[in-house]
């Protein structure tokens, strides 16, 4: 299957079969060894079992290989008791020979007509996706799309014994064909290598687009801080992937739909979707679909509803999206005029023409028609929606495609390639990095005590409670009349206080204090920490922990003690300045609560942007020497936001 799939491909360089089992193969000489082959190979392909892989990737070097590629799983011990995996890799590292695989399907440089693949794959065209997978099934699927999407390289990395999924990426990024790169990953083999890839794709203009999967939270034995608890390796995929502007995906029908948008050389202008329809009730479908994703509708402007009122039928609302569905004129006229309105108002930076696209319809009828006129009539993308993917008719998919329109297939998963879209434009046009906000302050020698981890917090600029710590009762009561009453009094050296009943709140005197600091002593030993009482206000978690591929990660989230069972946190990669903060603050769940809510007063969002982006300075400036910061919590209130609680570990 292999030499057939390479021949059928085109290739027109020399191909040598190796096989001691028979004298020819498809018509061709085989030879029974690779040291038999009449000339240094540019490629062996290792299609024999794992028990053999170690003696014929040795003799594949030796004829002078320049690359290699394994499909057999690379599982189980070579012969010296290694890993097989880990002595392939020293062999072919030693000998400076890439390999790809193994437990994969294979690579397709499709642009060069190279198909090494050792499974059947249809009728390829070459074009500007390029598409690196940890799934040979997915790999194959993806070429198996009806969509007729072209690529210049399909690569199944498998176990990446050597050649890492950025290695590839890299590849393609120096194809002047490149206009989309796609990724299914499992894991990150070389964190570095895909940070700079992800960077370079980025700094280039070209989205990637990226299905993670195996994101469950890291079980850990131990935890001393919140933020290490809470984040798991989703969570620091997110945040690199966010840092990048990568497009992280949830479905291969996601991915699908978003490497078609991408793949058209078209770009939002805004962010916000026009769409037309022909049904009152898919467009209150889309309506519902689009506030439950993040797509805007924006309003349109006086000129663009006065054009439609003078061109819909009675009834039909000029408002967007537009139900255009009438029987006044033509449906080339009303739709196509319809879809011009919209493109020609400047609140809309792409435009839907959103039918079913089902068998009834001839693929030159007027609907077609309309979408491939305004087309040429804009500059914006203009992309068709089918609402039921397994309905629509691939003529006349295939006919809005040939004129260059992205198909979407499937409301929800359309309406995100949307999302995405538009989510490349605010990243490509949103404000520019801020300055550094703080002066770099040396790390304390002494304990991280959460006394001198406020001090930290304090020096960088980040509003702490003024706090001291005590013993005794008579230490405690110098202590609270020097801060000033009231007092919150903690229990020192625990990390969980409240799960203990080692917090009291609004100690407001001396008899009170006594009372507190004795039950403390009774239960729970006798150090404590006495602080301001502050404001009331909105409790976060505000943190860092380190991530074992990919380094230092700063840890926005609902605070107070039942931080640890919702599922409310953003992950940023440092540095993170003042616009990326308050980016995170508004996907948080919590972020209406902090507009203010049945009395409560609105938050000060300002304050906590500047409170996450001077952590992230500390971050950078100590994450070598600092294995984790929990800052627990922070209370954010009208004209505050006021670090209580800090807890700060050293790397061992």
Known sequence: MTYRQLISGGFQGHVYAVNPGYGTIHDTTSYPSLAEVPEPPDLAVLAVANALLEDQLIQAIHAGARAITIFA?????????????????NIADEAGVPICGGNGMGFLNIEDNV???????????????????????????????????????VVSSGLEVNTTMDQYIEWALDRESTR????????ARNPEGLSAALSRANSMEIPVVALKVGSSPRGKAAVTTHSEAI???GTTFQAVFDHYGVHSVSSPDELLDTIEVFNSPRRATAAGLGAVHDSGGERAMLIDIAHRVGVGLPDLSPATTTRLEELLDPGLEAENPVDAWGTGRGAEDVFGRSLTALADDEAIGAVAFCVDLTTEENPDDAYSSAAIKTFGLTDKPVMAIANLASAVDQVQAQHLRSAGIPVLEGTETALRAVRHLFDDWRYRNGPTQEKRLSTPQPLPEQPLTEIVSLSLL???????????SAVTIDGAVAAAEEIGYP???????????????GVALNVVDEAGLRVVVTDFQNRLGNGMTLSRQVPSGIEVSLGMYTDPQFGPVVLLGAGGVLVEYFDDHVAMIPPVDKIRARAAIDRLRIRPLLDGTRGIPPSDIDRLSDAVARLSELVVDHHEKIASIDINPLIVGPDS???VDALIERRP
């Open 180 to 187: 989309v790169v796609a990724l299914f990953l499992e894991t």
């Open 641 to 643: 936001a006021i670090a």
């Open 458 to 468: 304090a020096s960088y600029g980040i509003e702490a409670s003024v706090s001291t």
């Open 231 to 233: 984040a798991g390796e």
């Open 73 to 89: 799983s690379c599982h189980g011990q070579a012969a010296d008791g290694s890993p097989l995996k880990e002595r392939l890799r």
């Open 115 to 153: 198909r090494i693949c050792g499974f059947y794959q249809p009728e390829l065209s070459s074009g500007g996706v390029a598409f690196v997978s940890h799934s040979g099934s997915l790999f194959s699927a993806m070429l198996h799309n009806r969509r007729q999407l072209g690529f210049n390289l």
């Open 487 to 501: 007092v919150v009094i903690k229990t020192a050296g625990l990390a969980h206080k409240s799960d203990v009943g």
